[in-house]
Protein backbone atom coordinates (compact mmCIF):
# COMPACT_ATOMS: atom_id res chain seq x y z
CA UNK A 1 0.00 0.00 0.00
CA UNK A 2 2.62 2.47 1.06
CA UNK A 3 6.18 2.79 1.13
CA UNK A 4 8.76 0.57 3.10
CA UNK A 5 9.63 2.08 6.06
CA UNK A 6 13.74 2.42 4.58
CA UNK A 7 12.37 3.72 1.10
CA UNK A 8 12.15 7.21 2.35
CA UNK A 9 15.69 6.85 3.67
CA UNK A 10 16.77 5.39 0.46
CA UNK A 11 14.97 7.54 -1.85
CA UNK A 12 16.81 10.57 -0.16
CA UNK A 13 20.02 9.11 -0.62
CA UNK A 14 19.61 8.52 -4.05
CA UNK A 15 18.12 11.90 -4.91
CA UNK A 16 20.60 13.58 -2.73
CA UNK A 17 23.47 11.59 -4.88
CA UNK A 18 22.11 12.30 -8.66
CA UNK A 19 21.76 15.98 -7.92
CA UNK A 20 25.45 16.09 -6.01
CA UNK A 21 26.52 14.42 -9.91
CA UNK A 22 24.35 16.70 -11.59
CA UNK A 23 26.20 19.95 -9.63
CA UNK A 24 29.51 18.36 -10.27
CA UNK A 25 28.80 18.11 -13.83
CA UNK A 26 27.53 22.00 -13.95
CA UNK A 27 30.77 22.86 -12.47
CA UNK A 28 32.87 20.80 -14.94
CA UNK A 29 30.68 22.50 -17.85
CA UNK A 30 31.35 26.06 -16.39
CA UNK A 31 35.06 25.57 -16.25
CA UNK A 32 35.49 24.50 -19.61
CA UNK A 33 32.96 26.48 -21.42
CA UNK A 34 34.39 29.99 -22.36
CA UNK A 35 35.29 31.93 -25.54
CA UNK A 36 38.40 30.18 -24.98
CA UNK A 37 37.31 26.68 -24.17
CA UNK A 38 39.48 24.31 -21.63
CA UNK A 39 39.86 21.05 -23.85
CA UNK A 40 38.48 18.24 -21.59
CA UNK A 41 41.95 16.31 -22.51
CA UNK A 42 43.39 19.09 -20.03
CA UNK A 43 40.96 19.04 -17.29
CA UNK A 44 42.52 16.61 -14.62
CA UNK A 45 46.39 18.33 -14.90
CA UNK A 46 44.66 21.83 -14.93
CA UNK A 47 42.35 20.49 -11.74
CA UNK A 48 45.43 19.22 -10.03
CA UNK A 49 46.87 22.34 -10.37
CA UNK A 50 44.38 24.50 -9.23
CA UNK A 51 43.54 22.68 -6.29
CA UNK A 52 47.63 22.76 -5.38
CA UNK A 53 47.01 26.48 -5.45
CA UNK A 54 49.76 27.83 -8.47
CA UNK A 55 48.02 27.67 -11.93
CA UNK A 56 50.52 27.37 -14.42
CA UNK A 57 49.30 26.71 -18.11
CA UNK A 58 46.96 28.81 -19.73
CA UNK A 59 44.28 26.02 -19.02
CA UNK A 60 44.77 26.36 -15.18
CA UNK A 61 44.61 29.99 -15.07
CA UNK A 62 41.02 29.56 -17.01
CA UNK A 63 39.72 26.98 -14.91
CA UNK A 64 41.35 28.78 -11.70
CA UNK A 65 39.30 32.19 -12.89
CA UNK A 66 35.75 30.45 -14.33
CA UNK A 67 35.82 27.56 -11.24
CA UNK A 68 36.14 30.75 -8.79
CA UNK A 69 32.92 32.30 -10.82
CA UNK A 70 31.15 29.18 -10.52
CA UNK A 71 31.79 28.53 -7.07
CA UNK A 72 30.42 31.96 -5.88
CA UNK A 73 27.33 31.54 -8.37
CA UNK A 74 26.48 27.77 -6.83
CA UNK A 75 26.88 29.25 -2.90
CA UNK A 76 24.62 32.33 -4.45
CA UNK A 77 22.01 29.84 -6.13
CA UNK A 78 22.04 27.60 -3.08
CA UNK A 79 21.42 29.86 -0.76
CA UNK A 80 19.08 31.55 -2.26
CA UNK A 81 16.63 28.15 -2.72
CA UNK A 82 17.29 27.12 1.00
CA UNK A 83 15.91 30.62 1.88
CA UNK A 84 13.24 30.28 -0.03
CA UNK A 85 12.13 26.60 1.38
CA UNK A 86 12.71 28.42 4.60
CA UNK A 87 10.55 31.28 3.86
CA UNK A 88 8.01 29.26 2.50
CA UNK A 89 7.53 27.33 5.51
CA UNK A 90 7.59 29.98 7.39
CA UNK A 91 4.85 31.52 5.99
CA UNK A 92 2.84 28.05 5.06
CA UNK A 93 2.49 30.20 1.19
CA UNK A 94 4.68 28.61 -1.52
CA UNK A 95 4.59 31.94 -3.23
CA UNK A 96 7.02 33.75 -0.50
CA UNK A 97 10.95 34.34 -1.54
CA UNK A 98 13.57 36.54 -0.03
CA UNK A 99 12.73 39.08 -3.06
CA UNK A 100 8.87 38.84 -2.11
CA UNK A 101 9.27 39.10 1.48
CA UNK A 102 11.30 42.48 1.22
CA UNK A 103 14.60 40.75 2.56
CA UNK A 104 16.32 41.22 -0.51
CA UNK A 105 15.29 44.71 -1.52
CA UNK A 106 16.33 45.24 2.69
CA UNK A 107 19.94 44.91 1.60
CA UNK A 108 19.76 46.55 -1.48
CA UNK A 109 19.02 49.78 0.62
CA UNK A 110 21.82 48.86 2.97
CA UNK A 111 24.58 48.32 0.23
CA UNK A 112 23.46 51.34 -1.98
CA UNK A 113 23.83 53.30 1.03
CA UNK A 114 26.87 52.01 1.54
CA UNK A 115 27.77 52.86 -2.28
CA UNK A 116 25.88 56.59 -2.07
CA UNK A 117 28.51 57.68 0.44
CA UNK A 118 31.49 55.93 -1.11
CA UNK A 119 31.92 53.82 1.88
CA UNK A 120 34.92 50.98 1.17
CA UNK A 121 33.64 47.68 -0.14
CA UNK A 122 33.41 45.52 2.92
CA UNK A 123 31.25 48.45 4.01
CA UNK A 124 29.18 47.21 0.85
CA UNK A 125 28.85 43.93 2.25
CA UNK A 126 28.14 44.97 6.06
CA UNK A 127 25.59 47.66 4.76
CA UNK A 128 23.76 44.65 2.27
CA UNK A 129 23.93 42.49 5.51
CA UNK A 130 22.65 44.94 7.98
CA UNK A 131 19.51 45.48 5.21
CA UNK A 132 19.07 41.85 5.11
CA UNK A 133 18.80 40.99 8.61
CA UNK A 134 17.04 43.79 9.57
CA UNK A 135 14.01 43.46 7.39
CA UNK A 136 14.05 39.91 8.52
CA UNK A 137 13.71 41.50 11.88
CA UNK A 138 11.44 44.01 11.45
CA UNK A 139 9.56 41.34 9.58
CA UNK A 140 9.58 39.21 12.94
CA UNK A 141 8.53 41.98 15.09
CA UNK A 142 5.40 42.89 13.27
CA UNK A 143 4.24 39.83 12.73
CA UNK A 144 5.25 38.08 15.76
CA UNK A 145 1.52 38.64 17.30
CA UNK A 146 -0.29 37.83 14.17
CA UNK A 147 1.92 34.35 13.42
CA UNK A 148 1.05 33.21 16.89
CA UNK A 149 2.57 29.99 17.81
CA UNK A 150 3.94 28.99 21.15
CA UNK A 151 1.92 29.09 24.69
CA UNK A 152 1.10 32.90 24.66
CA UNK A 153 -0.48 32.49 21.41
CA UNK A 154 -3.37 34.93 21.61
CA UNK A 155 -5.20 33.25 17.91
CA UNK A 156 -4.18 31.06 15.66
CA UNK A 157 -1.55 32.41 13.46
CA UNK A 158 -2.71 33.95 9.65
CA UNK A 159 0.22 33.70 7.35
CA UNK A 160 -1.20 36.18 4.60
CA UNK A 161 -0.13 38.99 6.84
CA UNK A 162 3.39 38.02 7.10
CA UNK A 163 3.63 38.09 3.22
CA UNK A 164 1.47 41.16 2.94
CA UNK A 165 3.51 42.69 5.40
CA UNK A 166 6.67 41.81 3.44
CA UNK A 167 5.16 43.00 0.25
CA UNK A 168 4.60 46.05 1.94
CA UNK A 169 8.05 46.32 2.91
CA UNK A 170 9.77 45.56 0.06
CA UNK A 171 7.83 48.02 -1.90
CA UNK A 172 8.93 50.93 0.95
CA UNK A 173 12.53 49.48 0.14
CA UNK A 174 12.21 50.09 -3.44
CA UNK A 175 10.91 53.57 -2.73
CA UNK A 176 14.06 54.44 -1.18
CA UNK A 177 16.03 52.63 -3.38
CA UNK A 178 14.87 55.02 -6.24
CA UNK A 179 15.51 57.60 -4.00
CA UNK A 180 19.04 57.03 -3.28
CA UNK A 181 19.26 56.32 -7.11
CA UNK A 182 18.20 59.99 -8.21
CA UNK A 183 20.17 61.64 -5.43
CA UNK A 184 23.27 60.12 -6.37
CA UNK A 185 26.07 61.90 -8.26
CA UNK A 186 26.56 60.94 -11.60
CA UNK A 187 30.20 59.12 -10.51
CA UNK A 188 28.59 57.05 -8.05
CA UNK A 189 25.50 56.44 -10.15
CA UNK A 190 27.04 53.74 -12.75
CA UNK A 191 28.66 51.69 -10.14
CA UNK A 192 24.91 51.63 -7.78
CA UNK A 193 22.89 50.19 -11.18
CA UNK A 194 25.52 47.88 -11.40
CA UNK A 195 25.26 46.25 -8.07
CA UNK A 196 21.42 46.42 -8.54
CA UNK A 197 21.62 44.15 -11.83
CA UNK A 198 22.30 41.02 -10.09
CA UNK A 199 25.31 39.90 -12.05
CA UNK A 200 28.86 37.39 -10.91
CA UNK A 201 30.90 39.05 -13.30
CA UNK A 202 33.17 40.02 -10.09
CA UNK A 203 32.99 36.98 -7.85
CA UNK A 204 35.76 35.01 -7.23
CA UNK A 205 36.47 32.07 -4.55
CA UNK A 206 35.00 33.12 -1.01
CA UNK A 207 35.01 31.58 1.90
CA UNK A 208 31.97 32.92 4.28
CA UNK A 209 29.16 32.22 1.66
CA UNK A 210 30.39 28.18 1.78
CA UNK A 211 30.56 28.24 5.88
CA UNK A 212 26.80 30.63 6.26
CA UNK A 213 25.68 28.05 3.52
CA UNK A 214 27.01 25.01 5.13
CA UNK A 215 25.74 25.84 8.89
CA UNK A 216 22.17 26.79 7.29
CA UNK A 217 22.31 22.89 5.65
CA UNK A 218 22.97 21.23 8.42
CA UNK A 219 20.94 23.28 11.35
CA UNK A 220 18.21 23.02 8.64
CA UNK A 221 18.46 19.39 8.15
CA UNK A 222 18.10 18.91 12.01
CA UNK A 223 14.84 20.94 12.19
CA UNK A 224 13.52 19.08 8.73
CA UNK A 225 10.72 17.26 10.66
CA UNK A 226 9.55 19.86 12.60
CA UNK A 227 9.58 22.08 9.75
CA UNK A 228 7.13 19.12 8.32
CA UNK A 229 5.07 19.53 10.49
CA UNK A 230 4.95 23.35 11.12
CA UNK A 231 4.04 23.59 7.51
CA UNK A 232 1.30 21.01 7.90
CA UNK A 233 -0.32 22.58 10.78
CA UNK A 234 0.78 26.39 11.54
CA UNK A 235 0.14 26.97 14.92
CA UNK A 236 -1.35 23.99 15.85
CA UNK A 237 2.37 22.19 15.33
CA UNK A 238 2.61 22.37 19.13
CA UNK A 239 0.08 20.48 20.37
CA UNK A 240 2.93 18.29 18.78
CA UNK A 241 5.34 19.31 20.82
CA UNK A 242 7.36 21.44 18.22
CA UNK A 243 8.71 24.77 19.76
CA UNK A 244 6.83 27.02 16.94
CA UNK A 245 8.23 30.24 18.43
CA UNK A 246 12.05 28.85 18.25
CA UNK A 247 11.86 27.50 15.01
CA UNK A 248 10.48 30.52 13.37
CA UNK A 249 12.66 32.97 14.93
CA UNK A 250 15.33 30.47 13.71
CA UNK A 251 13.99 30.28 10.16
CA UNK A 252 13.41 33.73 9.90
CA UNK A 253 17.25 34.66 11.05
CA UNK A 254 18.62 31.86 8.54
CA UNK A 255 16.69 33.38 5.84
CA UNK A 256 17.95 36.58 6.38
CA UNK A 257 21.47 35.92 6.82
CA UNK A 258 21.42 33.24 3.92
CA UNK A 259 19.57 36.20 1.70
CA UNK A 260 22.46 38.70 2.72
CA UNK A 261 25.22 35.94 1.60
CA UNK A 262 23.37 35.77 -1.21
CA UNK A 263 22.97 39.39 -2.22
CA UNK A 264 26.29 40.16 -1.02
CA UNK A 265 27.76 37.78 -3.71
CA UNK A 266 25.75 38.02 -6.60
CA UNK A 267 23.50 41.09 -6.40
CA UNK A 268 19.63 41.09 -7.40
CA UNK A 269 19.17 37.87 -8.69
CA UNK A 270 15.29 37.07 -9.15
CA UNK A 271 12.92 33.71 -8.85
CA UNK A 272 15.72 31.23 -8.13
CA UNK A 273 14.00 31.42 -4.50
CA UNK A 274 10.51 31.17 -5.75
CA UNK A 275 11.07 28.52 -8.83
CA UNK A 276 13.53 26.38 -7.37
CA UNK A 277 12.09 24.99 -4.41
CA UNK A 278 8.65 24.89 -6.29
CA UNK A 279 10.72 22.47 -8.87
CA UNK A 280 11.96 20.48 -6.19
CA UNK A 281 8.24 20.06 -4.33
CA UNK A 282 6.95 19.12 -7.62
CA UNK A 283 9.44 15.97 -8.51
CA UNK A 284 10.15 15.09 -5.14
CA UNK A 285 7.40 16.21 -2.84
CA UNK A 286 7.00 18.28 -0.12
CA UNK A 287 8.80 16.22 3.00
CA UNK A 288 11.40 18.78 4.37
CA UNK A 289 14.31 16.20 4.45
CA UNK A 290 14.44 15.91 1.07
CA UNK A 291 13.60 18.66 0.22
CA UNK A 292 16.16 20.75 1.76
CA UNK A 293 18.81 18.92 0.12
CA UNK A 294 17.42 19.35 -2.86
CA UNK A 295 16.90 22.38 -3.46
CA UNK A 296 19.78 23.35 -2.35
CA UNK A 297 21.99 21.08 -4.96
CA UNK A 298 19.33 22.07 -7.89
CA UNK A 299 19.80 25.71 -6.55
CA UNK A 300 23.40 25.73 -6.70
CA UNK A 301 23.50 24.17 -10.37
CA UNK A 302 20.92 25.84 -11.72
CA UNK A 303 22.77 29.32 -11.17
CA UNK A 304 26.13 27.69 -12.08
CA UNK A 305 24.63 26.67 -15.84
CA UNK A 306 22.61 30.46 -15.91
CA UNK A 307 26.16 32.01 -15.02
CA UNK A 308 27.62 29.71 -17.61
CA UNK A 309 24.82 31.11 -20.20
CA UNK A 310 25.21 34.54 -19.31
CA UNK A 311 28.97 35.03 -20.28
CA UNK A 312 28.81 32.30 -23.61
CA UNK A 313 25.27 33.31 -25.02
CA UNK A 314 26.45 36.37 -26.23
CA UNK A 315 30.47 36.50 -25.86
CA UNK A 316 32.02 38.42 -25.58
CA UNK A 317 29.58 40.49 -24.44
CA UNK A 318 28.20 39.46 -20.84
CA UNK A 319 24.47 38.92 -19.77
CA UNK A 320 23.64 39.88 -16.09
CA UNK A 321 22.81 36.50 -14.75
CA UNK A 322 19.88 37.76 -13.21
CA UNK A 323 17.96 39.02 -16.86
CA UNK A 324 18.72 35.05 -17.45
CA UNK A 325 17.47 33.45 -14.44
CA UNK A 326 13.78 35.75 -14.79
CA UNK A 327 14.05 34.85 -18.27
CA UNK A 328 14.57 30.74 -17.28
CA UNK A 329 12.27 31.02 -14.24
CA UNK A 330 9.36 32.60 -15.63
CA UNK A 331 8.07 30.05 -18.10
CA UNK A 332 9.04 27.02 -16.01
CA UNK A 333 7.03 28.52 -13.43
CA UNK A 334 3.98 29.35 -15.33
CA UNK A 335 3.99 25.72 -16.65
CA UNK A 336 4.05 24.07 -13.57
CA UNK A 337 1.35 26.34 -12.46
CA UNK A 338 -0.59 25.42 -15.26
CA UNK A 339 0.43 21.56 -15.09
CA UNK A 340 -0.50 21.49 -11.39
CA UNK A 341 -4.11 23.32 -12.25
CA UNK A 342 -4.80 20.66 -14.88
CA UNK A 343 -4.15 17.66 -12.60
CA UNK A 344 -5.95 19.09 -9.43
CA UNK A 345 -9.27 19.97 -11.51
CA UNK B 1 -4.70 8.28 44.12
CA UNK B 2 -4.42 8.84 40.25
CA UNK B 3 -4.20 12.60 39.43
CA UNK B 4 -7.77 13.59 37.08
CA UNK B 5 -6.49 13.69 33.80
CA UNK B 6 -7.71 17.17 33.70
CA UNK B 7 -8.35 19.18 36.80
CA UNK B 8 -9.39 23.05 36.44
CA UNK B 9 -9.40 25.52 39.69
CA UNK B 10 -11.10 28.45 39.05
CA UNK B 11 -10.57 28.71 35.53
CA UNK B 12 -11.40 31.90 33.83
CA UNK B 13 -11.62 32.87 30.53
CA UNK B 14 -11.97 36.13 28.87
CA UNK B 15 -11.54 36.69 24.96
CA UNK B 16 -10.95 40.81 23.44
CA UNK B 17 -11.79 41.51 27.45
CA UNK B 18 -15.28 39.57 26.89
CA UNK B 19 -15.46 36.81 29.94
CA UNK B 20 -16.92 33.80 28.37
CA UNK B 21 -16.07 31.23 31.80
CA UNK B 22 -15.65 32.39 35.42
CA UNK B 23 -14.48 30.31 37.81
CA UNK B 24 -14.44 26.80 35.98
CA UNK B 25 -13.97 23.80 38.63
CA UNK B 26 -13.72 20.86 36.30
CA UNK B 27 -12.48 17.47 36.72
CA UNK B 28 -12.29 14.85 33.85
CA UNK B 29 -11.19 11.27 34.76
CA UNK B 30 -9.72 8.54 32.70
CA UNK B 31 -12.94 6.51 30.91
CA UNK B 32 -15.18 9.87 30.46
CA UNK B 33 -16.30 11.18 27.46
CA UNK B 34 -17.27 14.78 28.19
CA UNK B 35 -18.85 16.70 26.06
CA UNK B 36 -19.08 20.67 25.63
CA UNK B 37 -22.18 22.30 24.64
CA UNK B 38 -22.98 25.92 24.11
CA UNK B 39 -24.08 28.47 21.61
CA UNK B 40 -21.50 30.09 18.97
CA UNK B 41 -19.06 32.63 20.75
CA UNK B 42 -19.63 30.65 24.14
CA UNK B 43 -15.81 29.37 24.56
CA UNK B 44 -15.80 26.13 23.61
CA UNK B 45 -12.92 26.21 21.24
CA UNK B 46 -10.82 28.66 23.59
CA UNK B 47 -11.37 26.09 26.70
CA UNK B 48 -9.94 23.52 24.03
CA UNK B 49 -7.09 25.24 23.78
CA UNK B 50 -6.46 26.34 26.87
CA UNK B 51 -6.56 23.12 28.49
CA UNK B 52 -4.77 21.99 25.53
CA UNK B 53 -1.75 24.29 26.56
CA UNK B 54 -2.43 26.41 23.36
CA UNK B 55 -2.50 29.90 25.40
CA UNK B 56 -2.71 30.44 28.75
CA UNK B 57 -5.81 30.83 31.34
CA UNK B 58 -6.77 34.09 31.92
CA UNK B 59 -7.35 33.09 35.91
CA UNK B 60 -7.03 29.53 37.41
CA UNK B 61 -4.89 27.21 36.87
CA UNK B 62 -4.94 23.86 34.50
CA UNK B 63 -3.41 20.82 35.40
CA UNK B 64 -3.22 17.84 33.55
CA UNK B 65 -2.39 14.50 35.28
CA UNK B 66 -1.63 16.19 38.54
CA UNK B 67 0.94 18.83 36.68
CA UNK B 68 0.23 22.67 35.48
CA UNK B 69 -0.45 22.05 31.85
CA UNK B 70 2.37 25.61 31.59
CA UNK B 71 4.71 23.19 33.63
CA UNK B 72 5.05 20.31 30.87
CA UNK B 73 7.98 20.27 28.27
CA UNK B 74 6.13 19.96 24.66
CA UNK B 75 6.94 16.75 23.76
CA UNK B 76 6.09 15.17 26.91
CA UNK B 77 2.54 17.23 26.67
CA UNK B 78 2.67 15.96 22.84
CA UNK B 79 2.33 12.36 24.62
CA UNK B 80 -0.18 13.38 27.02
CA UNK B 81 -3.25 15.00 25.29
CA UNK B 82 -4.06 15.28 21.26
CA UNK B 83 -5.20 18.13 19.56
CA UNK B 84 -8.16 18.29 16.35
CA UNK B 85 -8.36 21.83 15.60
CA UNK B 86 -11.21 23.42 14.49
CA UNK B 87 -9.96 23.91 10.71
CA UNK B 88 -7.49 22.91 8.76
CA UNK B 89 -5.67 25.08 5.26
CA UNK B 90 -3.09 22.69 3.76
CA UNK B 91 -1.06 24.49 1.86
CA UNK B 92 1.51 21.78 0.60
CA UNK B 93 0.98 18.62 -1.32
CA UNK B 94 1.95 16.16 1.30
CA UNK B 95 0.27 12.56 1.09
CA UNK B 96 -2.52 11.39 3.56
CA UNK B 97 -0.35 9.11 5.33
CA UNK B 98 2.77 12.01 5.33
CA UNK B 99 0.39 13.83 7.30
CA UNK B 100 -0.63 10.43 9.63
CA UNK B 101 2.95 9.67 10.20
CA UNK B 102 3.88 13.36 11.17
CA UNK B 103 1.46 12.58 14.15
CA UNK B 104 4.33 10.38 15.60
CA UNK B 105 6.50 13.03 16.03
CA UNK B 106 6.25 12.99 19.87
CA UNK B 107 8.07 9.96 19.61
CA UNK B 108 11.07 10.74 17.52
CA UNK B 109 13.51 11.90 19.63
CA UNK B 110 15.84 9.25 18.79
CA UNK B 111 14.90 9.16 14.87
CA UNK B 112 14.66 10.73 12.17
CA UNK B 113 13.28 8.65 9.38
CA UNK B 114 9.55 6.86 11.23
CA UNK B 115 10.27 3.31 11.59
CA UNK B 116 7.94 0.25 10.36
CA UNK B 117 6.35 1.16 13.86
CA UNK B 118 5.17 4.24 13.14
CA UNK B 119 3.77 2.82 9.56
CA UNK B 120 1.87 0.10 11.77
CA UNK B 121 -0.08 2.56 13.86
CA UNK B 122 -0.45 5.30 10.93
CA UNK B 123 -1.98 2.46 8.76
CA UNK B 124 -4.02 1.32 11.34
CA UNK B 125 -5.31 4.61 12.99
CA UNK B 126 -6.30 5.28 8.82
CA UNK B 127 -8.26 2.21 8.84
CA UNK B 128 -9.99 2.92 11.77
CA UNK B 129 -11.32 5.78 10.39
CA UNK B 130 -12.02 4.15 7.34
CA UNK B 131 -9.73 5.75 4.54
CA UNK B 132 -7.00 3.52 4.10
CA UNK B 133 -7.53 3.48 0.26
CA UNK B 134 -7.02 7.62 -0.07
CA UNK B 135 -3.35 6.99 1.70
CA UNK B 136 -1.51 8.11 -0.91
CA UNK B 137 -3.69 11.18 -2.04
CA UNK B 138 -2.73 14.88 -2.01
CA UNK B 139 -4.58 15.96 1.32
CA UNK B 140 -5.43 18.94 -1.09
CA UNK B 141 -7.55 16.62 -3.45
CA UNK B 142 -9.82 15.12 0.14
CA UNK B 143 -13.28 16.08 0.30
CA UNK B 144 -14.19 18.15 3.54
CA UNK B 145 -15.41 15.34 5.46
CA UNK B 146 -12.55 12.85 4.15
CA UNK B 147 -9.92 15.21 5.03
CA UNK B 148 -11.47 15.67 8.65
CA UNK B 149 -11.38 11.83 8.93
CA UNK B 150 -7.89 12.16 8.13
CA UNK B 151 -7.42 14.51 10.79
CA UNK B 152 -8.89 11.98 13.46
CA UNK B 153 -6.86 9.63 11.93
CA UNK B 154 -3.64 11.72 12.65
CA UNK B 155 -5.21 12.26 16.17
CA UNK B 156 -5.87 8.38 16.53
CA UNK B 157 -1.75 7.44 15.76
CA UNK B 158 -0.49 10.24 18.14
CA UNK B 159 -1.97 7.42 20.82
CA UNK B 160 -2.72 9.87 24.05
CA UNK B 161 -4.13 9.08 26.95
CA UNK B 162 -6.13 12.57 26.38
CA UNK B 163 -7.87 13.44 23.17
CA UNK B 164 -9.20 16.81 22.90
CA UNK B 165 -11.83 17.44 20.09
CA UNK B 166 -12.62 20.62 18.35
CA UNK B 167 -16.56 19.99 16.69
CA UNK B 168 -14.92 16.38 15.30
CA UNK B 169 -18.39 15.77 13.13
CA UNK B 170 -17.61 18.89 10.71
CA UNK B 171 -18.34 17.90 7.43
CA UNK B 172 -18.74 14.39 8.28
CA UNK B 173 -21.80 12.30 7.08
CA UNK B 174 -24.24 11.00 9.03
CA UNK B 175 -22.82 7.20 9.04
CA UNK B 176 -19.76 8.71 9.67
CA UNK B 177 -20.70 11.02 12.42
CA UNK B 178 -22.19 7.86 13.87
CA UNK B 179 -19.09 5.94 13.82
CA UNK B 180 -16.52 8.69 15.29
CA UNK B 181 -18.99 9.11 17.83
CA UNK B 182 -18.49 5.33 18.92
CA UNK B 183 -15.10 5.54 18.63
CA UNK B 184 -14.49 7.85 20.75
CA UNK B 185 -16.70 5.27 23.05
CA UNK B 186 -15.01 3.15 22.72
CA UNK B 187 -11.55 4.88 23.57
CA UNK B 188 -13.06 5.90 26.82
CA UNK B 189 -14.02 2.57 27.74
CA UNK B 190 -10.11 1.52 27.16
CA UNK B 191 -9.70 3.82 29.90
CA UNK B 192 -8.52 7.12 27.76
CA UNK B 193 -10.42 10.35 28.01
CA UNK B 194 -11.73 12.36 25.71
CA UNK B 195 -13.59 15.90 25.51
CA UNK B 196 -15.41 16.93 22.51
CA UNK B 197 -17.28 20.27 21.02
CA UNK B 198 -20.17 19.57 19.67
CA UNK B 199 -23.60 21.07 18.20
CA UNK B 200 -25.33 17.75 17.78
CA UNK B 201 -27.39 17.04 21.04
CA UNK B 202 -28.24 13.32 19.48
CA UNK B 203 -24.57 12.69 18.75
CA UNK B 204 -23.47 13.99 22.42
CA UNK B 205 -26.31 11.90 24.40
CA UNK B 206 -25.49 8.93 22.90
CA UNK B 207 -21.57 9.24 22.65
CA UNK B 208 -20.14 10.95 25.89
CA UNK B 209 -21.17 9.86 29.64
CA UNK B 210 -20.64 13.34 30.61
CA UNK B 211 -21.64 16.91 29.83
CA UNK B 212 -20.17 20.62 30.15
CA UNK B 213 -22.48 23.60 29.32
CA UNK B 214 -21.25 26.69 28.81
CA UNK B 215 -23.75 29.35 28.96
CA UNK B 216 -21.52 32.48 27.14
CA UNK B 217 -21.80 34.75 29.96
CA UNK B 218 -19.33 32.91 32.69
CA UNK B 219 -21.94 30.68 33.83
CA UNK B 220 -21.52 26.85 33.26
CA UNK B 221 -22.80 23.27 34.49
CA UNK B 222 -20.63 20.52 34.67
CA UNK B 223 -21.37 16.61 35.06
CA UNK B 224 -23.06 13.61 34.46
CA UNK B 225 -25.61 13.80 31.03
CA UNK B 226 -28.29 12.61 32.88
CA UNK B 227 -27.99 15.50 35.25
CA UNK B 228 -27.09 18.41 33.21
CA UNK B 229 -28.59 17.34 29.60
CA UNK B 230 -31.93 17.77 30.96
CA UNK B 231 -34.12 20.51 28.80
CA UNK B 232 -34.38 23.67 31.13
CA UNK B 233 -30.71 23.57 31.35
CA UNK B 234 -29.90 23.13 27.29
CA UNK B 235 -32.91 25.57 26.85
CA UNK B 236 -31.61 28.23 29.48
CA UNK B 237 -27.77 27.77 27.77
CA UNK B 238 -28.62 27.42 24.02
CA UNK B 239 -31.37 30.23 23.84
CA UNK B 240 -33.80 28.47 22.40
CA UNK B 241 -36.55 26.04 23.96
CA UNK B 242 -35.45 22.35 23.68
CA UNK B 243 -37.80 19.27 24.20
CA UNK B 244 -36.70 15.93 25.26
CA UNK B 245 -38.88 13.17 23.56
CA UNK B 246 -38.42 9.50 24.82
CA UNK B 247 -38.73 7.54 21.73
CA UNK B 248 -38.62 3.87 22.88
CA UNK B 249 -35.44 3.78 25.15
CA UNK B 250 -33.93 6.37 23.63
CA UNK B 251 -34.13 9.93 24.50
CA UNK B 252 -34.60 12.32 21.49
CA UNK B 253 -33.53 15.75 21.86
CA UNK B 254 -35.58 18.47 19.48
CA UNK B 255 -35.69 21.77 18.95
CA UNK B 256 -39.12 22.61 20.54
CA UNK B 257 -41.96 24.84 18.74
CA UNK B 258 -41.57 25.65 14.99
CA UNK B 259 -38.78 27.43 14.70
CA UNK B 260 -40.10 31.12 15.80
CA UNK B 261 -39.09 33.82 12.91
CA UNK B 262 -40.57 37.02 13.94
CA UNK B 263 -37.26 38.30 15.71
CA UNK B 264 -35.67 37.96 12.13
CA UNK B 265 -36.28 40.33 9.35
CA UNK B 266 -39.08 39.64 7.21
CA UNK B 267 -37.62 37.53 3.92
CA UNK B 268 -38.36 40.19 1.36
CA UNK B 269 -40.58 38.70 -1.59
CA UNK B 270 -40.83 39.94 -5.29
CA UNK B 271 -43.42 42.12 -6.27
Known amino acids: ?345 | MIPPMISTQDLTLRVDGRLLVERLDWRVNAGESWCVIGPNGAGKSTLLRTVAGLRPPDGGTVALAGKPVGDWALPALARERAYLAQSRGDAFAYRVIETVLMARHPYHADRYWEGSDDHAAAEAALRTLDVAHLAERDVRTLSGGERQRVAIAALLAQDTPLLLLDEPANALDLAHQVAVTELMARLCREGRAVVSVGHDLNLAWSGATHALLLNGDGSWHAGATQDVMRPELLSACLGHPIAAIAHGARTVFLPDAPVAITHLAPVRTTQ
Not at chain 1, 26 to 48: K, M, N
Not at chain 1, 77 to 106: F, T
Not at chain 1, 174 to 200: C, H, K, N, Q, Y
Not at chain 1, 298 to 304: A, D, R
Open chain 1, 1 to 345: MSVLPAASRTRQRVIVLVLTVCALLALAAAGLAGSVPVPVADLPQALASVLSGAPDTMSATLLDLRLGRASAAFATGAALALAGVMMQALVRNPLADPYVLGVSAGAAVGALAALLFGAALWMVDLGALTGAVGISLLLYLLARRDLGGGRGAVRTGESGVLLLTGVVLASACMALVTLMLSVAPESRLRGMVFWMIGDLAGASWRLLPWAVLAAAVLLALRRARALNVMALHADAAVALGIDVAAQRRFLFLCSGLLTACAVTTGGSIGFVGLVVPHACRYAFGPDHRILLPAATLVGGSFLVVADTLARTVLAPQQLPVGVLTSLIGVPVFLFQLHQLHLRRR
